[in-house]
């Protein structure tokens, strides 16, 4: 199975500034089948980024994507003040399709 | 509008069955893959299962393979995970969520959830 490490596990920032939170994996992901999910307190979770670097349907363009092979990065460039949540990203390359403990973005 | 109702959730005791059910609407449901995800309370989020779009392949987390079924019936627009052999740590709030493509794919929509609590 493949192990995802996500950091920083909490990132501190004030709205207008730029994020970037990492993804690691314990083997190669396959074809790039890395994504990106955005998480607020009691909803499902949103797709946020999928093929490592697509946007999905709806997503805003501060939102975006790299990486290949096992290092991974999804970068928000101005943060807004809904973009503060929880971050995970999930390898759906091989089975099974394993997440990331999640990166918690908050307010600083 | 893609809509995705979960339900059979509930209390259940520790060694026990239950099925979750979840019903799909707003897409072309035999075009997609599906698949369920579970969160603990409070905790990340865990792929459980998925299935693409005509029962050929399915996959399982390891911590369920062996105990939990997947499977889906197209005629009905219905996906199924039928979770045997119930343990304390199944227990989570368990969401469908429909593949962005036919197999391999990740998950574009997502259902509210139902929760699942096994205890005695």
């Known amino acids: 199975e493949t192990v995802l490490t996500q950091s920083p596990g909490t990132l501190s920032l004030s709205p207008g500034e730029r994020a970037t939170l990492s993804c690691r994996a314990s083997q190669s992901v396959s074809s790039s089948y890395l994504a990106w999910y955005q998480q607020k307190p009691g909803q499902a979770p949103r797709l946020l980024i999928y093929g490592a670097s697509s946007r999905a349907t709806g997503i805003p363009d501060r939102f975006s994507g790299s990486g290949s092979g096992t290092d991974f990065t999804l970068t928000i460039s101005r943060l807004e003040p809904e973009d503060f949540a929880v971050y995970f990203c999930?390898?759906?390359?091989?089975?099974?399709?394993?997440f990331g403990q999640g990166t918690k973005l908050d307010i600083k | 509008e893609v809509h995705l109702v979960e339900s059979g959730g509930g209390l259940v005791q520790p060694g026990r069955s239950l099925r979750l059910s979840c019903a799909a609407s707003?897409?072309?449901?035999?075009?997609?893959?599906m698949h369920w995800v579970r969160q603990a309370p409070g905790k990340g989020l865990e792929w459980v299962s998925g299935?693409?779009?005509?029962?050929?392949?399915?996959g399982y987390a390891d911590s369920v393979k062996g105990r939990f079924t997947i499977s889906r019936d197209n005629a009905k627009n219905s996906l199924y995970l039928q979770m045997n052999s119930l343990r304390a740590e199944d227990t989570a709030f368990y969401y469908c969520?429909?593949?962005?493509?036919?197999?391999?794919?990740?998950?574009?929509?997502w259902g509210q959830g139902t929760l699942v609590t096994v205890s005695s």
């Open positions: 707003g897409f072309t449901f035999d075009d997609y893959a």
């Open positions: 299935i693409n779009w005509n029962s050929g392949s399915m």
């Open positions: 999930q390898q759906y390359g091989s089975s099974p399709y394993t």
């Open positions: 969520a429909k593949g962005r493509g036919y197999s391999t794919s990740p998950a574009d929509y």
